[in-house]
């Protein structure tokens, strides 16, 4: 059975970093796609970044290009997503999620960036 379960998020100050981790069972991370995607109050859901399969290859969306990393831990079997120079616009409900196409999902974890 596959699970996705992220970290607690947090309120961050502006310019400020957080980093989100997402502990996968169920399945080996890097043996499937792994995204990040999020979803702002009153918005719809936005793609964030993805690390390819047996890759190290990442892809972000351009908005946050420069200002996320994301990667993951293979033996710790888990995604992370780190996130600097935060902005208010960055506040929203992450979602760790597997696959091409989106399958799987973990439960979301509240970022709120504000001073």
């Known amino acids: 059975q596959v699970q996705l379960v992220e970290s607690e998020g947090g309120l961050v100050q502006p310019g400020g970093s957080l980093r989100l981790s997402c502990v996968a069972s169920?399945?080996?991370?890097?043996?499937?796609?792994m995204n990040w995607v999020r979803q702002a109050p009153g918005k719809g859901l936005e793609w964030v970044s993805r690390?390819?399969?047996?890759?190290?290859?990442?892809n972000y969306v351009d908005f946050v290009k420069g200002r996320f990393t994301i990667a993951r831990d293979n033996a710790k079997n888990t995604l992370y997503l780190q996130m600097n120079n935060l902005k208010p616009e960055d506040t929203a409900v992450y979602y760790c999620v597997k696959g091409w196409v989106l399958t799987n999902w973990g439960q979301g974890t509240q970022v709120t960036v504000s001073s």
């Open positions: 169920g399945f080996t991370i890097s043996r499937d796609h």
């Open positions: 690390i390819y399969m047996d890759s190290t290859y990442t």
